[in-house]
Every structure is written in C-alpha cells, then in structure tokens.
C-alpha cells in the first residue's frame, strides 16, 4: 500500500473519501466496462475519430519534380541555396504544382516559403541545414508565437494562406539551434547551458507582445525592432491541405510543427529530436481536422501539445483546436506525451489519442492539461485509449494554476476526459489534478486502467467526480 502521508500530498478537498477508498461517497461512481451504456459510448466515441480521419481532405500533386540542382543549388555544405530553392518553388508554382526535389546532399539555405501545390521533398541523403543569422529571416511575416500573432520572424519553412502543401521524403531538416545560436534566447532556463545575456533575452519581447495583445493593438502593429522571439521550424498559417510525411526534424530554433489555423492537417511518420528550450514536437494551434501518426517524439518540451490561443489574443480569434486525432506514436523525452494547453484560450474538443507508447526517464507526464483562470477555454470530448507507458513521472495531470494560476475571470471548463486500457510499469505520481474550488475538475472516467508501480497517489484538489471501473494501483484495485 501507499504511505500517503510519508510518500504522497492528497489534498482532496472535493475527492478525500473517494480518493482513499474509504466509502461510497457522492461524485465517485463506477460503471461496468461490459454494460450497454459503456460499450455505446465508447463504440461511439471512436467512430467519431474515424469519421475525423475519412473527413480530411488529402494532398494531390501533379507528377512532376523541379530538382533544386537545375536552378543552381548545391549540396557541397558551403552554397546558399535560399535562392534556388526560392526559383525552383516558383517555376514549380507556375507549371501548376509538383516537387520541389533537395537531392542527397547537405544544402544551406535561409526560409524556405511554400507556395500553393508544393511538396517540398528531401531524398534519402538530403539534409536542408538553415543558417541562424536571424536577418536572414526577414523581412516579418504574420505568425503566431506562444498563442500571439505578431509580425515576427519568418519560421524556417513557412507558408501563408496556401492550399495543397506538404514537406515529405526520408532527409532531415536540420535548425542547427545548440547553446550558442537561437537557444540562448530563452534566457533562464533549468537546463540551460549558456551565460545569461541580459539584452538577447526572449522576455524582452514577449512582455510587451503580451501586454500588446492584452491591449488590443493590431496585430500590423505588433513589429520590434528588437526582436528575440525564436522562430517555429514548420508552420502553415491559414493553409488547406497540409501534409508533413517521413522526414527528421532537428535542434529546432522553438517549436518544431506548428501549424496555425489551418484545416485538413496529416503529420505522418515525422522524426521530432530536438532537445532546446521549447522544442515541443507538434504543436498544432486552433486547427480543424488534424491526423498525427506514426511519429516520434524526442523533445525537450512537449511531445504534442494542442492549443487555440492566449488569453486575449485568443478570445478575439476564437477559434479552438478541434477534431484531432493521434495515433501509433512514440514519446521519449518530453515534458508531457499528449497534452492541451497552455494556451487554450478558443478551447479544444474532439480530441482522440489511441495506440500510443510512451516512455522514458525524463518523460514529465503522459496525460497532461494545462490552463488557468487567466486562459480559460473549455476543453470536451477527450478520449485516450490503448496506451503503454513505461517510464514517467507523473500519469495524469489536469492543472488549473499554471503560470498565472488563478488571478483571472475566464474560468477553465474541462468535461468528459475519457482514458481507457492503459498500461503503467513505473510512475513516481498517479494524479496531480489541481481543479479550483469555484470551478472544481469533473467528467474524468478511467477504466481498465493498470499501474503496476507508483510511488504516490499524488494530488486531488478540488476534484468534483472520477468514474473509475477496474483501475488498480501497485497490484491492488484502486477506487476513486
């Protein structure tokens, strides 16, 4: 059994009978795995997620490629190839669309701008190396950093409002972050590995961004000159029919996948390592139809992480992630596997997560939400399904404090958080769920859920109701 008072904080101020077990007490319910109602409901739930999947409208290219190598681009190492490629896209865009093919070889380029009917591809051998003179990814473009729009850097492969895009092959997008370019700029930092700068320091922009958005300044007005705000790698803004297939993405400047606003996304059998700050693997933002398979996530933040928005700048798009389906993935490091939030202020439904493995060390979480009173949003329809975790600090995690905890008026809302057949060898925490007493966590079902090892129970504050049928906690049945 657990030592809850030697080896765990329970602050269970809506769950303290439920949590421990002691008696049947109003908001702990179980229902059978086997019941009508259960097996409708989840027959229903993951029909949902296959309908998300036949729904989204995939790429189409012409069947012509436009190699690089034609418009005088250079695998040697040493050439700037951001003109060629600049060349090859358009004479592609022109002919009607197709490939815009990097051959075996080591290109350097600055950003890389998608048109309409472009699949940029990367043979076995290619590796597309971008330099880190930030100049060089000017002038601005509209993007979106940490759930903000701004006129900001441009990310390193960029497209605005096109259709029918895609990056795909077996080479490697190298960002060549490290802890002398790009990284630096985060400033402080648990692992930073680099002397505190007290000018090239991200807090410098990003203070006054946020406080901009809070203010609503127009987003054309939101330029510095000054500017230390880390470009994405790979983010379509307002784009259709993305598709991002095969290659290894690494040592990324900030997030590494990161489409804004965009419909009919697919995210197939990407290779994410990178280990900076920030270096969330696929962070799609108030996007509709999003399909991420067959991925693998070694990060030094998020492996995904949905999100719509912060706070201000989000309620004006309003626009949540919706109808998102993961499957078939792999997460190692990471601060979380599958998380929604921080910045998820146009909330998130529709969210499906199934057959994925996780593990590894220094794997923070696996079943992460991250909001506060400050964020809001409202979060439903979440179902997570058929995972095996090895290794990982904490299981599940719904945290209403974080970063400004609660000093606002949006009061985050999550509802019917369904997890099922999940499989933990070793955990230090169970829960940390941390709901308000105003706005209390509830509409948490686990069932057929199985920890082989934990070292605590963990934390349940503010907890209105869990449904839990057959979860059991170090060889012992667990009731909540």
């Known amino acids: 059994m657990i030592d809850l008072q030697k080896r765990g904080s329970l602050k269970a101020l809506g769950l303290s009978s439920c949590a421990l077990g ?12 086997t019941s009508p109602a259960y097996v409708g409901r989840d027959e229903a739930l993951w029909k949902q997620a296959d309908d998300i999947i036949d729904n989204i409208a995939r790429t189409d290219f012409p069947n012509r490629d436009f190699l690089v190598t034609e418009f005088g681009g250079k695998g040697d190492g040493e050439t700037d190839n951001t003109g060629p490629i600049a060349k090859a896209i ?31 591809h990367l043979q076995e051998g290619a590796v597309l190396s971008f330099y880190t003179d930030p100049e060089r990814y000017k002038p601005y473009v509209m993007t979106r950093w940490e759930g903000v729009e701004l006129m900001g850097y441009s990310p390193l492969i960029y497209a605005y409002e096109q259709e029918n895009i895609a990056v795909t092959g077996q080479g490697v997008l190298e960002g060549n972050g490290s802890n002398t370019v790009w990284w630096p700029w985060k400033g402080r930092w648990s692992r930073a590995q680099w002397p505190i700068d007290p000018v090239e320091d991200q807090k410098h922009t990003r203070t006054p961004l946020f406080e901009m958005a809070e203010q609503g300044v127009p987003v054309e007005e939101r330029v510095f000159e000054d500017n230390y705000l ?3 790698f790979v983010q379509p803004y307002r784009c259709k029919r993305v598709l991002i297939e095969g290659v290894t993405i690494r040592n990324s400047p900030f997030w590494l996948l990161n489409p804004v606003l965009s419909e009919d996304v697919i995210v197939r059998g990407v290779q994410c390592v990178s280990h900076g700050p920030n270096s ?20 030094g933040d998020d492996c995904i992480a949905l999100k719509s928005g912060r706070n201000a700048d989000g309620r004006r798009l309003a626009t949540p992630i919706q109808n998102i389906v993961i499957q078939d993935c792999q997460m ?38 991250k909001t506060n009173s ?18 990982v600090k904490d299981v599940f995690v719904i945290n209403f404090y974080y970063e400004e905890g609660d000093a606002g008026d949006y009061l985050p809302e999550v509802k019917d958080l369904h997890v099922s057949n999940m499989v933990v060898e070793n955990a230090e925490r169970v829960f940390h769920l941390r709901g308000f007493e105003r706005a209390p966590i509830s509409g948490v079902t686990l069932h057929d859920v199985t920890i082989k090892h934990a070292d605590e129970l963990g934390i349940l504050e503010n907890v209105s109701s869990i449904e839990t049928e057959s979860v059991s906690l170090n060889g012992e049945p667990l009731q909540l």
Do not use: W, Y
């Not at 358009?90 to 002919?95: F, R, S, V, Y």
């Not at 969330?280 to 990060?299: A, H, M, Q, Y």
């Not at 490091?333 to 939030?341: F, L, P, R, S």
């Not at 910045?343 to 060390?361: K, L, Q, T, W, Y």
């Open 22 to 33: 002691l008696m049947p007490v109003a908001g702990c319910s179980t229902t059978s795995p």
């Open 280 to 299: 969330d693997g696929c962070d799609p933002e108030s996007c509709n139809r999003v399909l991420i398979e067959k991925c693998l996530f070694d990060t």
């Open 374 to 391: 400050v964020r809001g949003g409202l979060i439903e329809n979440i179902a997570i399904r058929n995972i095996v975790i090895g290794q």
């Open 332 to 369: 190692r490091a990471g601060h979380g596997g599958v998380v929604i939030g921080s910045e998820i202020s146009g909330g998130a439904r529709n969210v499906f997560a199934r057959r994925c493995h996780m593990d590894s060390p220094v794997l923070d979480r696996a079943v992460r939400i």
């Open 90 to 120: 358009e004479a592609c865009a022109a002919a009607g669309g197709g490939r815009v093919v990097i051959p075996a070889g080591q290109f350097n380029t600055g950003p890389v701008h998608l048109k309409t009917n472009i699949n940029l």
């Open 230 to 232: 880390r470009p994405p």
